[in-house]
């Protein structure tokens, strides 16, 4: 049975998995060099990572959420609550009560995050990758579709 596309009824369709896994490439390179001038060198350098086309990139997996959260605003706030709690604990001029206040809000808050990214992680995530690998492109109107 040929799958066709439900808006526009072309058969230029592709699971949206072989899309990904055909437009995504590992790179790997590594080169060393010699020079010369008023002395003599020896350098090398190392290059890794992933190359994608566009439309890879458009077809790719849900990703599963991250543990360490980089530039994510929890992480700042957390920081700015917790920072002058520990200075003012070290130099002896924050309240020890209310320092162990916030060391214990943001503890709770850092494992309140981790907690809801295990529940994502756990049981969300695989529904939604289970779902994206039934997913299928139509090159011609550009729509993901289930068949």
């Known amino acids: ?59 790719a997996p849900p990703s599963k959420r991250s543990y360490l959260p980089g530039n994510s605003l929890i992480l700042k706030v957390l920081v700015v609550l917790l920072a002058p709690s520990i200075v003012g604990a070290v130099i002896g001029t924050f309240p020890r009560p209310l320092s162990d206040l916030l060391s214990y809000a943001v503890l709770a808050g850092v494992g309140y995050y981790w ?17 994206w690998q039934q997913l299928w492109f139509c090159h011609q109107c550009a729509t993901s579709f289930q068949p």
């Open 1 to 59: 049975m040929a799958v066709v596309c439900p808006c526009c009824n072309g058969s230029n369709v592709q699971r949206q998995c072989a899309i990904y896994e055909g437009g995504t490439s590992n790179i790997d390179v590594g080169t060393v060099g010699f020079f010369g001038g008023d002395g003599l060198g020896i350098g090398s350098a190392r290059s890794r990572g992933t190359t994608q086309t566009m439309l890879a990139n458009r077809t």
């Open 115 to 131: 907690y809801t990214v295990f529940r994502f992680n756990r049981f969300e995530w695989p529904k939604l990758f289970s779902e």
